[in-house]
């Protein structure tokens, strides 16, 4: 098992900037992808990044060269920083933490931390 927490969401104006951090523990490999995902109401939940273990990094278009992920493997930690966020921004955020071998759907999930980007 493997336990997530995320942190750092809030309410912040649109151009403005958030640091989003997710803590792992438990069984956690040094192989394992990372990755932020993001659910708006009404809407199904989306990728917003991905960084595998070797740090390469995959992202949405739709936050590519605003949004930017990092890990430091030393506190099992991954990051999201966000820049000049958007209204259309606003979703609850779950890290997610997947095995190397396996795909998102046998991922573990955090509880969620929501942002909310005001006009």
């Known amino acids: 098992q493997v336990q997530l927490v995320e942190s750092g969401g809030g309410l912040v104006q649109a151009g403005g900037s958030l640091k989003l951090s997710c803590a792992a523990s438990?069984?956690?490999?040094?192989?394992?992808?990372m990755g932020w995902f993001r659910q708006a109401p009404g809407k199904q939940r989306g990728l917003v990044a991905t960084?595998?273990?070797?740090?390469?990094?995959d992202y949405a278009d739709s936050v590519k060269g605003r949004f930017a992920i990092s890990r430091d493997d030393a506190k099992n930690t991954v990051y999201l920083q966000m820049n000049s966020l958007k209204p259309e921004d606003t979703a609850v955020y779950y890290c997610?933490?997947?095995?190397?071998?396996?795909?998102?759907?046998?991922?573990?999930w955090g509880q969620g931390t929501q942002v909310i980007v005001s006009s």
């Open positions: 997610a933490h997947r095995r190397r071998s396996l795909t998102w759907g046998g991922a573990y």
């Open positions: 438990g069984n956690i490999f040094s192989s394992d992808t």
């Open positions: 960084i595998t273990s070797g740090g390469v990094t």
